[in-house]
């Protein structure tokens, strides 16, 4: 299938820095990409869709603000979490697909601790 | 609203043993489409198989197979003669909104045991 990748696959960051993540498409242009965060033990919820060249739309309850995202060609999707704080921390994983119903290919997933 | 329900939080099985993991849905589409993920301790979704509503045959890819009945909306999947290294947190996925989003369910959690 479709290699999509995420980088990086771990991160510790102090309080207050801000952490970028990305999401590479390597063999197809995703039109779309999904952002989706899991907490331990928890299912992924949905925190926003990026269309290329648009903005993203988040779910409610996400902040913007603090979860920046930018999808700046069809293979590369950044997310951005500003002035993280410990209860940031989390298990985030990226999705891409080439068109609407296509089959969704996910990353391998960042692990994010905030201290 | 789209909903998902993988109402086994976890199970134990013994290796060899069959199991199989329920998961029912709720959607007013009329198309749409059904995955399963398997997810290991390390993390990432592994893909096991995509399903559209109009497609109600049932699947088998080796040890796995999978029953779609949309009477009952239930995508039920099982892994026949299971081994240890089966042992994940498997989820059941509908897609969802006007972006195809998948909605997850809340995962099953299989322990294989040797």
């Known amino acids: 299938g479709a290699v999509v990748s995420q980088h990086p696959s771990r991160v510790i960051c102090k309080s207050g820095t801000s952490v970028k993540i990305e999401c590479r498409s390597l063999d197809f242009q995703a039109t779309t990409m999904f952002w989706y965060r899991q907490f331990p033990k928890k299912s992924l919820m949905l925190m926003a869709t990026s269309n290329e060249g648009s903005k993203a739309t988040y779910e409610q309850g996400v902040e913007k603000d603090k979860f920046l995202i930018n999808h700046a060609s069809l293979t590369l999707s950044t997310l951005t979490v500003t002035s993280a704080h410990p209860e940031d921390s989390s298990f985030y994983i990226c999705?891409?697909?080439?068109?609407?119903?296509?089959?969704?290919?996910f990353g391998q997933g960042t692990r994010l601790t905030v201290v | 609203a789209q909903k998902v329900t993988q109402a086994q939080t976890e199970i134990s099985v013994v290796e060899k043993e069959d199991v199989t993991l329920d998961c029912v849905y709720e959607t007013r589409d009329t198309t749409y489409y059904l995955f399963w993920y398997k997810q290991p301790p390390s993390g990432e979704l592994v893909f096991l198989i995509r399903?559209?509503?109009?497609?109600?045959q049932n699947e088998i890819s080796g040890r796995y197979s999978w029953n779609f009945q949309k009477s009952t909306s239930s995508f039920n999947f099982t892994i026949t003669a299971s081994q240890v290294v089966d042992s994940a947190v498997y989820f059941c996925?509908?897609?969802?909104?006007?972006?195809?989003?998948?909605?997850f369910g809340k995962g099953t959690k299989l322990s294989v045991k040797p």
């Open positions: 999705s891409a697909r080439e068109g609407t119903y296509t089959e969704a290919f």
């Open positions: 996925a509908l897609t969802g909104g006007s972006q195809g989003n998948l909605i």
């Open positions: 399903r559209n509503s109009f497609d109600e």
